[in-house]
Nanobody, 114 residues
Framework: VQLQASGGGLVQPGGSLRLSCTASGNIFSINTMAWHRQAPGKQRELVAAITGGGSINYADSVRGRFTISRDSSKNTVYLQMNSLKPDDTAVYLC?????????WGQGTLVTVSS
């Protein structure tokens, strides 16, 4: 099973980006999917998570600005990021509880700078 993330890049403060992460391989079940991020010199933190039943959780720092969603038919999770701030600069890592195993993608870099 692989998780492939995409959509990162350079954006100005106040701008928007949409991240995507698709799971592929021999998949029997996918429960929670989530986005974490890790900034230089900081610990990895949970950004947003969505369960198989659709329950959603956000970090306080992104609530109201970011939206997580998923398309189960495509084994894909999205993260719509609006009103981006320099503090959002980080490598964003995709996570999935797939086939009852914790799985991680390779990450995509988001840089918020003028």
């Amino acid at each position: 099973v692989q998780l492939q993330a995409s959509g990162g890049g350079l954006v100005q403060p106040g701008g928007s980006l949409r991240l995507s992460c698709t799971a592929s391989g021999n998949i029997f079940s996918i429960n929670t999917m989530a986005w974490h991020r890790q900034a230089p010199g900081k610990q990895r933190e949970l950004v947003a998570a969505i369960t198989g039943g659709g329950s959603i959780n956000y970090a306080d720092s992104v609530r109201g600005r970011f939206t997580i969603s998923r398309d189960s038919s495509k084994n894909t999770v999205y993260l719509q990021m609006n009103s981006l701030k320099p503090d959002d600069t980080a490598v964003y890592l995709c996570y999935g509880f797939i086939n009852r195993i914790n799985s991680w993608g390779q990450g995509t870099l988001v840089t918020v700078s003028s």
